[in-house]
């Protein structure tokens, strides 16, 4: 996937005039954020359950190449082949080499965000085989030629109106007529015409949730089914996941699971828990000929050890988008490559490089929203401080960027010379917006007043006021003798 997250700007910029995304987006709130306060609030032992997932997975990076060579072993030993890969490219030829023994011509594939990490339906179609989606929000964006805009629910971006205008134009042998409205309506034509397609498809592509070291199994979660007919039903089965997504036990991804669904879709569950545990064997009424896992790096193996390793304890359920409010606003696709919000803005620079995606750690109003509601606690804000400590190190940020964290750098280390400047500069825009109470344009504000007004300043600063409230604690403590 080509990356544009060096137009994070411009993209935001569109997102933010674009209006039928907005009303798009609007679900987000009722669609993911009450679902998950309420199915948390019934479960007592959530916080524990997230200490306890946080433990699991610094657990295995501390001891990643045990349980990746113990997973290779317990793959190969129920049939299955691990195929280790360093870069994408090799991950794409790799599956290439696979399709091309099955003689393959048609795969089907499950949602997997590794496969459009690696582009590989682009790769498959330049290579004469064709990759058919068969997750409906995968389904409907492929129909669109658009990349996924959130890591759980692809087409947040798209309205029911779009979708069915979509439906029409690629569905011509239906009735024009016929109703889609809800939900139900769009899930039943979708299947209707995904059906055909699992039985001719050669090989089936899944990514994975979990790799468990203890068994050789892979795990997906999915709502839909479309999982278990697509690694079920082809003659080969290909597996495409990073190296963080290995676990130790099946306990241990089954304590992880807990917190999976709920932090994703609000559900205790999801409705498949699908494990998969090499090919065919005598006896089975159905399953793969062939079971093959991929593995691909592609720089995670660079961040052990560094700032961002936690970054890699994520279980990829789009908690930290679901409750940012930058992410609410722009959507997924203005964030420029694979990885959205905040989750996005740590890892996206960690494999493409900050002076590719330097403008996604800036993309954050600290409000920690993130990190509070991460079921693997992951500190993403102190890694985007990092990044933007590394941006403006290596000489990346806009020189008026680096000239005002100049500036406000000379005044914080002098307080005095700091309150007197704040207080002036208060009086001043005070004195200048106290008719409109706002200003709609300021000079060195335009980041803000582009798209929101800047309230005057009412009186004085927040060091005066705290000066002021502390001393008068201080005098009342005396009055009354403690």
């Known amino acids: 996937m080509q990356s544009t997250s060096r137009s994070f700007k411009q993209n935001a910029h569109h997102a933010l005039q674009d209006a039928t995304l907005q009303r798009a987006l609007g679900n987000i709130k009722t669609g993911f954020q009450e679902k998950r306060r309420q199915v948390i609030e019934a479960l007592p032992e959530f916080e524990a359950l997230r200490d306890a997932g946080r433990d699991i997975k610094n657990h295995t990076l501390a001891h990643l ?30 599956i290439l080499e696979i399709c091309k023994r099955r003689n393959a011509r048609t795969v089907t594939k499950g949602k997997s965000m590794i496969a459009e990490e690696i582009g590989l339906n682009e790769f498959l179609e330049a290579n004469a085989i064709e990759p058919v989606e068969t997750d409906l929000g995968e389904y409907i964006i492929q129909l669109r030629h658009e990349p996924p805009s959130h890591i759980i629910a692809p087409a947040i971006h798209v309205t029911r109106e779009q979708i069915a205008d979509d439906f029409r134009r690629h569905h011509t042998d239906l009735d024009p007529n016929r109703r889609l409205e809800e939900p139900r309506d769009f899930t039943d034509e979708a299947r209707a015409k995904l059906r055909d397609r699992y039985f001719q498809a050669d090989v089936g592509i899944t990514g994975a949730n979990f790799l468990i070291a203890e068994t050789g199994s892979t795990v997906i979660v999915t709502n839909e089914g479309n999982g278990d007919m697509t690694q079920l039903l082809g003659k080969a089965h290909v597996v495409v996941a990073s190296l963080e997504k ?53 720089g995670r193996s660079a961040m052990l050890g560094t700032e961002f390793q936690e970054m890699l304890r994520c ?145 004085r600063t927040f060091h005066a006021l705290w000066r002021e409230r502390q001393g008068a604690e201080r005098r009342g403590n005396r009055g009354t003798g403690r």
Not at 68 to 79: C, H, K, Q, S, Y
Not at 427 to 449: C, H, I, V
Request: with cysteine.
């Open 65 to 94: 190449d045990f349980y990746l060579e113990r997973f290779e072993e317990r793959v190969t030993e129920a049939g299955g082949v691990v195929h280790w890969c360093r870069t994408p490219a090799e991950a794409r030829e790799t």
């Open 246 to 298: 290995v676990v130790p036990t099946l306990d241990d991804a089954a304590t992880i699971l807990r917190l999976l669904a709920r932090s994703a879709t609000g559900q205790e569950m999801s409705v498949y828990t699908t494990f998969s545990t090499g090919p065919r064997r005598a006896g089975d009424l159905d399953g793969p000929e062939e079971f093959h896992v991929v593995l691909l790096d592609n």
């Open 315 to 459: 279980i990829r359920c789009g908690a930290c988008m679901n409750h940012c409010p930058v992410y609410a606003a722009v959507g997924g696709h203005a964030y420029g490559w694979v990885y959205p919000g905040p989750m996005g803005a740590v890892l996206t620079p960690s494999l493409i490089g900050v002076e590719e995606a330097g403008h996604l750690p800036n993309a954050s109003t600290f409000c920690g929203r993130c990190e509070s509601v991460c079921p693997m606690r992951i500190p993403l804000p102190k890694m985007m401080r990092h990044y933007r400590t590394r941006e403006f190190e290596r000489g990346l940020a806009p020189g008026t960027v680096r000239a005002g964290l100049s500036l406000w750098s000379f005044l914080a280390t002098r307080p005095s010379l700091y309150r007197f400047v704040t207080g002036m500069m208060a009086r001043t825009l005070g004195a200048f917006g106290r008719r409109a109470g706002k200003f709609k344009s300021l000079p060195m504000a335009g980041g803000w007043t582009g798209v929101r007004d800047m309230p005057a300043p009412e009186g």
